[in-house]
Nanobody, 120 residues
Framework: QVQLVESGGGLVQPGGSLRLSCAAS????????IGWFRQAPGKERERVSC????????YYAKSVKGRFTISRDNAKNTVYLQMNSLKPEDAAVYYC?????????????WGQGIQVTVSS
């Protein structure tokens, strides 16, 4: 069965860094686009980043551009989100999700989410 599991979240001070991982099982990530999303209490879900399978192109929300980096390791069936210069407004539950090939439509499968807290 398709499964996505996030890890690497936790508590960090403003200006700090975290690296989130999303490990896939039950399928191979190499033919899928992978996105990272986040949702804070009382707020709508936001697409943070996405990486396509076709050409490896990446996309970032304006709010994180220049601070976050998405990458993939198909051999490990894992995608990463490196988060630097974290701000309190980055605090949220972060989800990874996939869809075939590119980032142009609704995601097909979702992970369970992982908490990121940014505070002093």
């Amino acid at each position: 069965q398709v499964q996505l599991v996030e890890s690497g979240g936790g508590l960090v001070q403003p200006g700090g860094s975290l690296r989130l991982s999303c490990a896939a099982s039950g399928f191979s990530l190499d033919a899928y686009a992978i996105g990272w999303f986040r949702q804070a209490p009382g707020k709508e879900r936001e697409r943070v980043s996405c990486i396509s399978a076709s050409d490896g192109s990446t996309y970032y929300a304006k709010s994180v551009k220049g601070r976050f980096t998405i990458s993939r390791d198909n051999a490990k069936n894992t995608v990463y989100l490196q988060m630097n210069s974290l701000k309190p407004e980055d605090a949220a539950v972060y989800y990874c999700a996939v869809r075939p090939f590119d980032c142009s439509g609704p995601m097909s499968s979702w992970g369970q989410g992982i908490q990121v807290t940014v505070s002093s």
